[in-house]
């Protein structure tokens, strides 16, 4: 059994009575260690996919199952999923004004322990981890997200990711916003870290930019909430070159 | 520019806060004497007539004029109806009220029994030792509280500021008082509240700062209120003259009580500065875990005699309790604490660290022991270890001598001896006797450096004594055995004396010089070990000593002087109370409850916007945490009373700066109909900061008078209303004058339904040019049953005004609250989050220990929301 396994998922949204179905049976497996990427085209349900994942109470799952480590992920609430491991990073993160990158991080780190981190060895890890990423001083002294820019935010989302050091991240759209220096740093800081602790990816991105630091071993193409095409490396490569439309198309023939 | 609040002056007059409560009491008891032999039957009832009016200015001896405000008081507010425009008072009972309570008399105290449980409850949440809860809500005894702020009282007398409860200054300052109570300012007929305050105000405080003074640090109401609880109708009178500075602190008790009502409850961790003892001991716990505060200000850095290892940080209206030095040669004879604020310590002042006296003394421990390793499954089982003095005397062995060993896992335990400490050898074996049973200890030699050592093949005691460290650097006393019982643990101290200290005696140019010395690698245990020799009343000096790498720092615990006889007794060397034929002395002292150990140095520097509170500045290895005893200041304030109407009067002169802040809190049944204003001069500046927690009904909506031309008015609050609760606030501001500037700065929180409402009401005078005003309010609801109004009135009759207005009501944000519990935050963390960060600009416009207190306490108002 895969550590992480989805089963013919499927999600709707919206008020009950205009429910919209955006995943349509998605199955997949992803174990510890394993970068896996899935891409699609705008609006195929890779979000979805990450928020459903997370617990994000909007979306409605209506068959299949997740299990984590052989548990069921559906029926925990969002902090014990973050608390036994998984780990997203937000598209779009929510700013929280007043409350300092530093301050939410370690509150964050406390929710998990059952004793609070020391303040010298947080700062510690905190100091460790900012330069991995090459993160300002400044960025974690600012209010959390709070008029950050698209690259500023990915960075943070990393951050915590580094900080948190979950067994699972789902990494949505981590390419987007930045700019190409700040996708090598994080792509790479992503690379050590999942080296370094066995931790297991899931990379949502439209495009192979960021798998060129982050590598993954499988490939999953996600159109109109199914997965169309499962493959190798090579699979990102053909998608740089022609595009999703052989896809598309063949999803719709289908 | 604001008043950086460290510019201000904590601080204290305990002589005059003296002076005024014999006053007081001299008075009252000249009144009650008189009142005994002549109707010995007044009683404070319910309700209020003239009878009653006249009755307290009576009891006061107070001059014809305030009578005459008294009775005019009365007589308004009997012909004016209670104000509609606002929350509900209907409910509230004139009559049911007792409106004077005579100070001192007996009888007045709440039962503790009908203290409301979610009162204890708070109180209990805050860490408020019971004795000081039960002053707080008014039903214990005072403390004796040795609040002492000598030299603050007499820097401020010497510049003239007056600082004195209000009922002594109308009978010290006569003039003053008449001049400015209830007639420039606020007058008696302002609105029905006011007409009942000025008929039965009492208690108080008055200041008056003279010109071009500058009190530098806040000045508080609690360090003088401490000889009596502030009344429910009590009267503050502020007089700033023109060039001076203030920032006063309303609303809080006996600071600094705690330490010597509860020695477990110790400040001594701020005091030590707790970097390593606070934290890794975890014998002391930091109630304030997870607070940090960008603090801008002076930093004091403290070392003392007697530890060469740590120094404490400060800030500068963090209180210390300390002892003056009496004598700059001499060990002072007396010892007389009192709160200190760094700025007043000099070098040999002494600190005082509390003692641990908590002991749970056990007769035996559980040891879990897994036997078995390889190829066999492993064997689980207890053992009983006995708790005795002899086990105690084998763990010192161990400490200084011992090891664990073993190829897989741990089979061994060694301790090594040179081969002349025949007598140690023995003992060991015995010990392993009596304690274990273990027979079986065999001795082997290592001629080349002479040792000899005691080796134990034996999986049981391996385990058990791998709880005591293995490795030198590693040695440490576990937390059970650092609270069992004294004696148990001189049998401790003797044996590590014995294997790894020294006596150590040496003929210098003045005459012999000699001290008891255990020297250890551990830090741990060096500190620890310090920390038992305290509670065998012995005090020790702890050194460091660094050594060429790669070797260990090592730590030396000392006892010297007049304790060596002491310490000679227990390790069974027998030293005389004599030396170079003098006695021989100590520079530390050590009572019941204290060390006492002098000032090395303190110095001070300024430093900008760094985090201080549980977090480590790092590079200085120290924390910096500030006053543990200020709680009560957050504490609700509990009065079996419903109705609190005080009353605040504030001049502000020509060029003056102001700063009024306060933390109210009062308990859930009272009716918190306050009055605040002040007259604001020419190119001064005042400054409101308030937060409204507690209290059924809130009506208060502090007041600026601009009436000087550049006059500015700075307005910052926070309110919270919660189940039941209305809270009616706002700011108003009169630009009478051209050129004044008003800011305006509100920010409410309500949950579980309850109502909050801000009125913001400005007024720009026609003549008043090229004003501004700026009023921003923001709303937070947290939930569907919440209410959040806001109604700005604003009344600008001068076409130059320069107005910005802004309001905005926020729910808790669904994504918001998604993201962080995404981060592993519950919904409680994740709510409290948001609202920390919704008030945290004003939060770090509060003095460091009240932004902490605030904090927490609204901490504690959202985990009531979920519950």
Partial sequence: MADIEIRDLHVEVGEKSSRKEILSGVSLDINQGDIVALMGPNGSGKSTLAYVLAGHPSYHVTRGSVRFHGKDLLAMKPHERSRAGLFLSFQYPAEVSGVTVSNFLRTAMNARLSTPVKIADFAKLLKEKMSLLKVDQKLVNRYLNEGFSGGEKKRCEILQLAMLQPQFAVLDETDSGTDVDALKVLGEGISTIARSTKMGVLLITHYNRILQYVKPSRVHILVNGKIVKSGGFELAEHIEKHGFDSFINAEVSA | MPLPYSVVDPSVLEQSARDAAKTLVELDRDVFDHADTESHTYKATPGLSEKLVREISKQKNEPSWMLDIRLRGLHAFLDTPVPEWG???????????????????????????????????????????????KYLAGAGAQYDSDVVYHKIRDDLAAKGVIFEDMDVALHKYPDLVKEYFMTKCIP?????????????????????????????????????????????????????????????????????????????????????IGDKVMTD????????????????????????????????????????????????????????????????LNKLDYLTIPINKTIISNSTRKYSITHGVGRHKPKKYEINVPLSKDFFRLIGYYLAEGSVSGNEGDHYVNFSFNENERAYIEDVKQLLKTVFGYEKAIETQTPNNHGTNVVVSSVDLAQVFKEFGKGAPNKVIPHWAMLEDPEKQKQLLSSLFHGDGNFYSKQHKSGY????????????????????????????????????????????VGVTGEYMSRFGEMVGIPVSNKMNGKNRASMFYIDDDFLYVPIKRITKKEVRDIPVYDISVEDLHTYVAAGVTVHNCSAPQYSANSLHAGCVEIFVKKN??????????????????????AMVDENSLMEWVSAQTGSGVTMLYPCSVLKGEGAKADHISIAVAGKNQFQDTGAKVYHLAPRTTSIIRAKSISKDGGV???????????????????????????????????????????????????????????????????????????????????????????PLEYAVELNRLIALEMESHSA
């Avoid at chain 2, 009972?93 to 001192?104: M, S, V």
């Avoid at chain 2, 004091?300 to 300390?322: C, F, K, N």
């Avoid at chain 2, 910005?804 to 592993?824: C, N, P, W």
Wanted: hydrophobic share 35%; aromatic share 10%; proline share 4%.
């Fill in chain 2, 87 to 133: 929350p509900d008072l209907s409910a509230l009972k004139f009559d049911d009220i007792i409106y004077y309570a005579r100070p001192d008399a007996k009888g007045n105290a709440t039962n503790w029994d009908d203290v409301p449980s979610e009162i204890k409850k708070t109180f209990d949440r805050l860490g408020i030792p019971q004795a000081e809860q």
């Fill in chain 2, 656 to 677: 003056a700066r102001m700063r009024y802040s306060s933390v109210e809190n009062w308990s859930k049944n009272t009716y918190n109909l306050n009055t605040k204003r």
């Fill in chain 2, 513 to 556: 010089k000699e001290t008891f010395r255990i020297s250890t690698t551990s830090e741990k245990l060096a500190r620890q070990a310090r920390e038992i020799l305290l509670r065998v009343k012995i005090p020790a000096f702890l050194n460091k000593q660094k050594r060429v790498s790669p070797r260990k720092p090592m730590y030396t």
């Fill in chain 2, 281 to 344: 001991s975890g014998e002391y716990k930091n109630v304030y875990n997870t607070q940090v505060i960008p603090y801008s200000g002076d930093l004091y850095t403290i070392e003392t005699y007697g530890d060469s290892t740590q120094r404490m940080e400060v800030t500068a209206g963090h209180p210390i309790l300390s002892v003056k030095r009496l004598k700059k040669r001499d060990r002072n004879k007396q010892w007389k604490k009192s709160w200190m604020i760094p700025k007043y």
């Fill in chain 2, 188 to 272: 008696v007929t302002d609105h029905k509240f006011i007409m009942l305050h000025a008929a039965v105000w009492s208690g108080g405080t008055f200041i008056y700062v003279p010109k071009h003074v500058h009190v530098d640090l806040p000045l508080q109401a609690y360090f003088r209120m401490n000889a009596k609880r502030g009344g429910q109708f009590e009267h503050t009178l502020i007089i700033v003259e023109e060039g001076a500075q203030l920032h006063y602190i309303e609303g809080c008790f006996t600071k600094g009580t705690l330490v010597q009502s509860n020695p477990d409850y110790k400040p001594i961790e701020d005091i030590k």
């Fill in chain 2, 756 to 846: 909050n409402t801000f009125r913001g009401h400005v007024k720009v005078n026609k003549s008043a040019d090229e004003c501004k005003v700026s009023v921003k309010c923001d709303a937070l609801q947290m939930d569907l049953l919440s209410v959040s109004n806001t109604y700005p009135f604003m009344k600008i009759l001068n076409s130059q005004t320069d107005v910005a207005h802004e309001a905005t009501v926020g729910k808790i944000d669904s994504s918001q609250l998604f993201y962080l519990m995404s981060r592993g935050l519950d919904e409680e963390q994740a709510m409290q989050l948001i609202v920390q960060g919704f008030i945290e600009n004003i939060v770090k416009e509060l």
